[in-house]
């Protein structure tokens, strides 16, 4: 069987969804069998841009202008490009700021330094070009990931989770941070697929898998401020993992 050709890249990101593919070990060598990962620059050497690609997997948002270019080429040569993770689905933690003044930002990180980078505000993969599927997570769980290369191998894309954190949390019945513990939980808000991780440990959900498709933001802003959560402070949180939340 011919193996599928993947290109796996990193834009702006901080390199946790590729690292999640690498953390696989277990199941590594079958991957090879079935996959040539003929341009990984952050796990193979050299990594050329010269093919055609059954998919590409593209980790991260679009901040400089090479990033744009080298997104647009994988573009060109693959038949599916996944955006991979949150950063690549919605803007994730890379788009905090955006809207605020980049020279500003810059001379707060920089200071006075001079830095020749070029940089606009950090976009999703799927303001620039045409995204075939995403899948959403900071990082993606593993299951996630082979699925969706399993999936490829039968040429099929990954569907969307519509269901929230909360379903996941319910089943396995842990205590609600929101109801008993007066926690400023997320999962109502959010897509499920982690299996409710962080509330499973007492932490509350963050939402840095982004908002679930059919989330009612109206009756959840209910919900929190009867917890004393007011609307700003709510979309202010949701905001950290995907800049689009309307407020
Ligand atoms: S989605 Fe999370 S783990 Fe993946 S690159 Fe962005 S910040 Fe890193
Ligand atoms: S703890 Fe959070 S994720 Fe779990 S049921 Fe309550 S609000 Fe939902």
Redesign the pocket.
Known sequence: MRRLRLAIV?LT????????LLNCEDELPELLKRFDFHFFPMACSPALLDDEYDAALV??CVSMPHERELLEELRRRSGYLVA?????VFG???ALRNGEDREQLRRHVYDDNQVAVETCDPQPLASVVAVDAGVT????EKEELLRLLAGLIRGALPVGIDYPVCTECRMRENLCLLTERNMLCLGILTEGGCGARCPGLSVPCEG?RGPLVEANLTEALEIYAQKSFDRATVLGRLRRFCPEWQS
């Open positions: 990193g990101a901080c390199s946790g969804c590729q690292l999640s980790e991260g991979l993770g949150t950063c690549a994730g933690v890379a997570g900071c990082p993606p840095c």
